[in-house]
C-alpha cells in the first residue's frame, strides 16, 4: 500500500514538472522568457522574504498557495494577463488541468491541493488575498528587471491588481515602490 502512494505522488510530481517548460510572457535580466515555475518560486520566496510584513498569517499556508495558485498551467499554459478576459474563465481551466494532475493522488492530499487552490482563486482567505497581491507584485518586479520588448505595455502594469494590491498598507507600499520603478522603465 505504501509503494503505491509513493508511486502516486511520484506520477503527480511528475505530472507538476511540465511546468518548467510553460513559459509566460514575462523575460528574464537576460532576456529569456521566464517560466512559470520560475515565477511560483520567486512568488513564494517573495513571501517569505516579506513575512513579517505581512501581518498575522500563517506563513505555511502562504507559501502552499505560492506553490499552488499556477499549478493547473502545467497542461494548458500560461495566459498573460493582458490576454485574460480574451480566453474566458482561466481559473475554471487551471481546476480542470488540476483534477487532471491530481488524480493519480489519494483522495484526502487531492483534496487539499483543490482547496487550496479554490480558496486562492476565491480569495477566501487572508492568506489567499495576500498570495494574489504578491502575485500580481512578482509579476512587476519580474517587468521592472527583464529586458522586455519594445513594444511593452508598461501602463498596463501601473493599474495590474490594484484591487489586492491596495488591501493593506504594507502591500500598498511595496506596490508604489515597484510603480516608481515602472515609470522609469517606461521613461527609458
Not at 494577463?81 to 475554471?92: C, F, L, P, R, W
Not at 483522495?107 to 487552490?117: G, K, M, N
Request: charged share 30%; glycine share 6%; with cysteine.
Amino acid at each position: 500500500m505504501r509503494d503505491q502512494g509513493i508511486h502516486d505522488k511520484l506520477a503527480f510530481l511528475r505530472q507538476a514538472e511540465k511546468l518548467k517548460s510553460v513559459l509566460r510572457s514575462a523575460h528574464t535580466s537576460t532576456g529569456r522568457r521566464e517560466s512559470t515555475a520560475e515565477h511560483s518560486w520567486r512568488l513564494a520566496l517573495l513571501a517569505m522574504v516579506f513575512a513579517e510584513d505581512l501581518g498575522d498569517l500563517d506563513l505555511c499556508k502562504v507559501l502552499q498557495l505560492c506553490l499552488i495558485h499556477d499549478l493547473g498551467e502545467a497542461l494548458s499554459g500560461d495566459v498573460p494577463a493582458v490576454d485574460v478576459q480574451a480566453h474566458g474563465n482561466k481559473g475554471d481551466s487551471e481546476r480542470q488541468d488540476l483534477l487532471c494532475m491530481t488524480s493519480p493522488l489519494a483522495a484526502p492530499l487531492r483534496e487539499r491541493i483543490l482547496s487550496l487552490y479554490d480558496e486562492y482563486e476565491a480569495a477566501a482567505t487572508a492568506e489567499a488575498q495576500a498570495v494574489k497581491a504578491l502575485d500580481k507584485l512578482e509579476t512587476i518586479l519580474q517587468h521592472t528587471q527583464g529586458q522586455n520588448p519594445p513594444d511593452f505595455n508598461y501602463e498596463f502594469n501601473l493599474g495590474y491588481g490594484r484591487r489586492y494590491t491596495d488591501a493593506t498598507p504594507f502591500l500598498a507600499s511595496l506596490r508604489e515602490v515597484l510603480d516608481d520603478e515602472t515609470r522609469k522603465r517606461a521613461a527609458g
